[in-house]
Nanobody
Framework: QVQLVESGGGLVQTGGSLRLSCAASGRTFSPYAMGWFRQAPKKDREFVAAISFSWSGGNTYYADSVKGRFTISRDNAKDTVYLQMNSLKPEDTATYYC????????????????WGQGTQVTVSS
């Protein structure tokens, strides 16, 4: 089992920045691909970003809606994955979830084995 705990959400104005963190515990974190998803009220949970496992950092993937604004990274020594969010927009408002899966990166939420409880991000206009 892998336990994931997100933090760093909050209220920010349009154009602002936040950095989300996801701390993993339990079974070894390093061989897992990590993803960030988000879910706005009355909408499906959608892919935001993902990073593959690599001792040198991993390959990164982004949804078109956040490309160029968000950056995913991981620190394997700290068992933590980050999501740096810049130039935030009201449409980024959602609960953000961290997820882990053994194996390669996918964009589909059904492929991820472990989930955090989520952290709320609210962007005011």
């Amino acid at each position: 089992q892998v336990q994931l705990v997100e933090s760093g959400g909050g209220l920010v104005q349009t154009g602002g920045s936040l950095r989300l963190s996801c701390a993993a515990s339990g079974r070894t974190f390093s061989p897992y691909a990590m993803g960030w998803f988000r879910q706005a009220p009355k909408k499906d949970r959608e892919f935001v970003a993902a990073i593959s496992f690599s001792w040198s950092g991993g390959n990164t993937y982004y949804a078109d809606s956040v490309k160029g604004r968000f950056t995913i990274s991981r620190d394997n020594a700290k068992d933590t994955v980050y999501l740096q969010m810049n130039s935030l927009k009201p449409e980024d408002t959602a609960t953000y979830y961290c997820a882990a899966r053994a194996g390669g990166v996918t964009w589909s939420r059904v492929d991820y084995d472990y989930w955090g409880q989520g952290t709320q991000v609210t962007v005011s206009s």
